[in-house]
C-alpha cells in the first residue's frame, strides 16, 4: 500500500539575504518537495513515502531587512518554481519585508501582512570604487536591477512599471493597512485569541487535520440533535398538560351546559306559573268590574263602568262638562242641558 500524504511546509526567513541564509531556506523547500522529499520521508515496513507531488502548500514567513539582489533572486525563483509545479505558496510578514525581502515576498500566490508590520521598496544600490568605466558599468546594473524589480512589483500589484519606479526611488514604506491598498498584501493578519481560547483540545493538539474537524462537526451534529431531543422532550410535556387542562376545561363547561339547561327549564316553568297568575289575575278583575258595574246600575249609575278600559273610557259627563267650561263655555251650557242629570249623578 502507497499512501500519499498533503502536507503544508512551513519556512522562515528570519535574516538578512546573504548566500548562507539563502542555502538554508532552498534547503528547507528541497526537504519537503523533490527527491530529498522522498528519500526522508519514505518508511519501509509501513511502505508510506511521500512523492514529488504530496506538498500542497509551503507558507513562509519573512521578517527581512533585504541584502543580497543575486541571493534574493535564488529564493525567489525556488518559490516560483514550487508555484510552476502546482505547490500554492502564502507569505506572512512578520514583521519587515524591506528591499530584496519585499521581492521575495513577490513570489506568494497570497500575501499576508501582520498589524504594525513594513514593506519597504527603494531602488537597487552598491558601493562601487575604481574608474570612472567602473562606475558606469554599475550605474547600467543598478538600473537594469531596478527595472527588473519594478516589473516584479507591477506584476503582483496591477500598477505600471513607471509607477513602481517612482516609488522605488522615493524608498517608499508602508504599514500594513497602505501595503494592502496598494495589492502589496492581500489581507491584514490579525490574531483571533478567542477562537484560539474555545478551540477543542483535539484542534489544539493536531491543527489543519481534516479527521479532527469531521470529529468536532460530527460532535456538533450529535450536540445539536440532542438538544433538539431535549427541545422536543419539553412541547411533549407541554402539549400534554394542555391536553389535560382541555380535557378539565370541557368538563367544566359540560357541567355549564347542563346548570344552564336546568335553569332555563326552571325559568319556562316559572313563565308558563306567571302566564297563568295573570290570567287568573285579568278574570278577576274582569268579575269585578262586572260586580262593580252592577252594583253602580242598582244605585241610579245610568251607565256601566268599565274599570279595566284606558283614561278616556272612565270619564264621566262631569268630566266632559268641566273640559267643555275650560274650553268652549256656550258648549258647555248646551252639553249641560242635553245631559243635566247625568252630570249631577256622575258628579
Known sequence: MIQINNKIGKIKLNDAVTPWS?????????????????????????????????????????????????????IYNSLMQMRSRGVKVIAT????????????????????IVEGGRIMIHDASQTVSGTSEDHTR?????????????????????????????????????????????????????????????MSILAKLFPNNDQVEQIEAAIQEADSIRAE?????????DLESSIENHALTSSNLIEAQTKISEFEALVEGKDLEIANLKTEIQSVDDKAAIKASELLAQNGHPQAVNLNDSEESTKTKYD????????????????????????????
Not at 93 to 112: E, Q, R
Not at 320 to 347: C, G, M, V
Open 22 to 74: 539563502a542555502d538554508e531556506l532552498i534547503s528547507e523547500i528541497e526537504k519537503q518537495y523533490g527527491q530529498k522529499a522522498v528519500a526522508e520521508n519514505m518508511t519501509v515496513g509501513g511502505f508510506e513515502c511521500s512523492v514529488a507531488n504530496a506538498l500542497e502548500t509551503i507558507e513562509i514567513e519573512i521578517n527581512s531587512p533585504g541584502g543580497s539582489v543575486l541571493d534574493g533572486y535564488r
Open 93 to 112: 510578514v512578520n514583521t519587515l519585508a524591506a528591499s530584496m525581502g519585499s521581492v521575495i515576498l513577490m513570489a506568494a500566490n497570497m500575501i499576508k
Open 138 to 198: 554599475a550605474a547600467k546594473n543598478l538600473e537594469e536591477i531596478s527595472e527588473e524589480i519594478a516589473t516584479i512589483y507591477s506584476n503582483r500589484t496591477g500598477s505600471t512599471v513607471e509607477e513602481m519606479r517612482d516609488l522605488m526611488k522615493k524608498e517608499t514604506w508602508m504599514g500594513a493597512k497602505e501595503a494592502v491598498d496598494r495589492k502589496f498584501a492581500d489581507e491584514i493578519m490579525k490574531f483571533d485569541t478567542e477562537t484560539k481560547n474555545k
Open 229 to 237: 431531543l431535549v427541545s422536543s422532550q419539553e412541547r411533549i410535556a
Open 320 to 347: 266632559e262638562y268641566r273640559a267643555l267650561q275650560k274650553t268652549d263655555p256656550r258648549a258647555a251650557a248646551q252639553f249641560w242641558e242635553q245631559n243635566e242629570q247625568e252630570i249631577k249623578t256622575s258628579h
